[in-house]
């Protein structure tokens, strides 16, 4: 059962420029498969691993079950999943996960992009893109990001957004093999009544 106010439908792509954010489907498999390949040695400092240090290593695992599962956990309104698509071609992925209903209305977003597409302002627009779906359309009232202090790039990502430090969560996820401690940065509605992307725009921040 859905902790939400309202079933999660799979929201309508939404598109700025030559950015496309839309919910992931089982044709995403074998692109992202690809990417995940070609990133390892850049992606790999920021992934959570499994504390017991099995688990497959991300990228050489088929995706496709994956995706379904992702699929699942939307329609058990725990999760959603969403690529990053940019001109034709998919270029990383975004996570609206752990969410809550309730008195909470809360979610955490996660998200990566291929070292060839970094630099172009595609993920803080992407974000700005899922925080509005999350406010307007799951009615969501809280989101959060947790970042590594070592991350620069990503905390550029939420210092763009405008997004509100809320202190270091010690030992909080265990990436690479090692408890590692993350900062957190919040929005909630209030914050921004127009929605993200418009504060990002009235910034001057978009996709280059
Ligand atoms: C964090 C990340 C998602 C940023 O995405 P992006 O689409 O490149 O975001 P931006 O284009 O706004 O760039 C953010 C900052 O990254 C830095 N950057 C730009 N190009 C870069 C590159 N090729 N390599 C490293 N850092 C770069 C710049 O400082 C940039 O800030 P600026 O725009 O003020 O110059 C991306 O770097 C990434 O996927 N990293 C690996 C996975 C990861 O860290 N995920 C997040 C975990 S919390």
Not at 65 to 74: C, D, E, L, N, S
Not at 93 to 121: C, F
């Amino acid at each position: 059962m859905s902790p939400l106010p309202v079933a999660i439908e799979s929201p309508l792509p939404r598109i700025v420029g030559a950015l496309c954010l839309r919910v992931i489907r089982p044709g995403d498999a074998l692109p992202l498969q690809r990417l995940l390949a070609a990133n390892r040695s850049w992606l790999g400092p920021w992934e959570a691993t499994h504390p017991s240090g099995r688990g497959a290593e991300p990228g050489s695992v088929p995706l496709r079950p994956m995706i379904r599962q992702m699929r699942r956990q939307q329609r058990a309104g725990q999760s959603l999943a969403f690529v990053m698509v940019y001109g034709d071609e998919v270029v990383g992925q975004l996570t609206v996960s752990d969410i809550s209903g309730g008195a909470l209305r809360s979610a955490s977003i996660g998200y990566w992009i291929s070292e060839h597409a970094a630099g172009r302002g595609i993920t803080p627009v992407a974000v700005a893109l899922a925080i509005d779906i999350c406010f307007e359309e799951l009615q969501l009232h809280r989101i959060e990001i947790c970042i590594r202090p070592e991350n620069a790039p990503s905390l550029r990502v939420v210092e763009k957004l405008g997004m509100r430090f809320e202190g270091r969560r010690a030992r909080y996820i265990c990436i690479a093999g090692e408890w590692c401690d993350h900062d957190t940065f919040a929005v909630t509605r209030e914050d921004v009544p127009a929605g993200m992307l418009a504060r990002l725009t009235e910034a001057g921040i978009g996709v280059r």
